[in-house]
């Protein structure tokens, strides 16, 4: 069973530039959730998406959005590039049953490195 | 939203050698989990505790929550070279179905030598 992939794994990009990372999750879970690492705040979360539907959503600004697709396919896109957006892209998915009942059992993704020159 | 606090920061100990790695917080957890990630990977799910004094095994890491249920430890016996990797503690949102992400500490990073 394949795990969470995320693509691309590398990217560099400058100030003011947009970017568009994705998420394939494992076959069959449709909740997606993404967050941001690090080195200084370390892991937070950034939004969950389920069923196509954003469903919540952490403190970040609104240059930071996503959506999800048909086929639970997430993308994340950050616009208007900052030197602070350096970070890994973390993404994770979970069952379906686990969404429900509030289990937080995630599986993660190796992420995406975006780096903001 | 809470804050979670680990110590410590950073570790590197000789192959064979036990530790202690400590997750607090100022307010009553509901419940706790303890991720490793290691260089190029996201993080991986360890272990799940909910009652305060409970005691999880996993081979050679015993992971403990405090009887008042603010604290938790994870002990790796005989560390291996294998195990080194960022530790991360987390706590999940209060409301289930759906909630508000994962709260994270900021993690032990942990260097076992051979």
């Known amino acids: 069973k394949a795990g969470v992939t995320q693509t691309p794994r590398y990217l560099i990009k400058t100030r003011g530039q947009q970017v568009t990372l994705s998420c394939s999750p494992i076959?069959?879970?449709?909740?997606v959730s993404w967050y941001q690492q690090t080195p200084g705040q370390g892991l937070q979360f950034l939004f969950e998406?389920?069923?196509?539907?954003?469903?919540n959503k952490g403190n970040f600004p609104g240059r930071f959005s996503g959506r999800q697709f048909s086929n639970s396919r997430s993308e994340m896109n950050v616009s208007t590039l900052e030197l602070g957006d350096s970070a890994l892209y973390l993404c994770?998915?979970?069952?379906?049953?686990?969404?429900?009942?509030?289990?937080?059992?995630?599986?993660f993704g190796a992420g995406s490195r975006l780096t903001v020159l | 939203t809470q804050l979670l606090e680990q110590s410590p920061q950073f570790l590197s100990i000789q192959e064979g050698e036990n530790l202690t790695v400590y997750c607090n917080s100022s307010?009553?957890?509901?419940?706790l989990q303890w991720y490793r990630q290691e260089p190029g990977e996201g993080p991986v799910l360890l272990v799940t505790?909910?009652?305060?004094?409970e005691v999880k095994k996993l081979k050679r890491l015993t992971f403990q929550f405090g009887d008042a249920r603010k604290d938790s430890s994870l002990h790796i016996t005989a560390a291996q070279p294998g195990d080194t990797g960022l530790y991360l503690c987390a706590e999940p949102p209060y409301s289930g179905g759906g909630a508000d992400g994962l709260t994270f500490g900021k993690g032990t990073h942990l260097i076992i030598q051979p």
């Open positions: 076959s069959g879970h449709r909740s």
């Open positions: 307010s009553v957890f509901s419940s």
């Open positions: 998406y389920f069923s196509e539907t954003q469903r």
């Open positions: 505790v909910v009652t305060g004094g």
């Open positions: 994770a998915s979970r069952r379906d049953s686990d969404f429900f009942s509030g289990a937080n059992v995630l599986t």
